[in-house]
């Protein structure tokens, strides 16, 4: 039995999987869920293919870009990319200490539970980042992603055009890192049920413990 369930897995990881499961999207079709805190701005897909939504700090309040509530799933980590703009760079008050974005998880009251910031080494005009950020411990049902430039003046705002906060799937036994180990700590469940050294089973988020965890885990760990 386990030598055809691995068969099976080996036929339909063939197939390749993302590495993260989306649970939020910002961009020009994808907006009406998220929160951009400047007063009286009405967000549009012109204005955010304009590189309008930026972030900074303006003498009346501090511009941020909150994501929607994400429940707390059998996940351990999120990713959360971001693309942005520094138009201003070229401009002698342009810094890019200052406008560096931090990345923050938010409970549903608006209370920091987690920040990483994001510095940016050079002056130029496309930011790309990319941030893992643990979420297996906090102590709430669910949370929010938000984007901020807390030192930014209007000169080093950064401007987003696109978020992606994603689940990162695989680590079967939560030890940090995707390996057979965590394929086998499945097949043990599956076969035998012994879910001894399982804490995040349900890998695809469909509620069950089925063939295709094993098979999106394989795929992650062949790097599919």
């Not at 930014?152 to 906060?165: P, Q």
Request: net charge negative; hydrophobic share 40%; proline share 3%.
């Amino acid at each position: 039995m386990r030598k055809i369930l691995f068969l099976l897995v080996m036929m339909l990881s063939a197939t390749p999987l993302a590495l993260a499961l989306e649970l939020a999207r910002f961009d020009s079709n994808n907006y009406n869920t998220w929160s951009y805190t400047r007063p009286g701005f009405v967000m549009s897909t012109e204005v955010i293919n304009q590189d309008k939504v930026t972030l900074y700090k303006a003498t009346n309040a501090d511009y941020t870009l909150i994501s929607p509530s994400i429940a707390k799933g059998q996940f351990a980590c999120i990713e959360v990319d971001i693309t942005g703009y520094a138009k201003q760079f070229t401009s002698p008050y342009y810094n890019a200490f200052f406008g560096s974005p931090t990345i923050e998880i938010i409970s549903e009251a608006g209370d920091v539970l987690k920040s990483v910031f994001c510095e940016f080494e050079d002056a130029c005009l496309e930011h790309k980042i990319s941030v893992s950020i643990r979420v297996s411990d906090l102590d709430v049902p669910s949370f929010k992603v938000r984007v901020a430039c807390w030192q930014a003046r209007i000169y080093d705002a950064f401007s987003v055009r696109e978020v992606v906060v994603g689940m990162l799937s695989g680590d079967v036994n939560n030890d940090g890192s995707v390996t057979s180990t965590d394929v086998t700590v499945l097949y043990d469940y599956l076969l035998n049920s012994d879910s001894s050294n399982m804490v995040y089973g349900d890998q695809d988020g469909d509620g069950v413990i089925t063939s295709s965890d094993v098979t999106l885990v394989y795929s992650i760990m062949l790097g599919n």
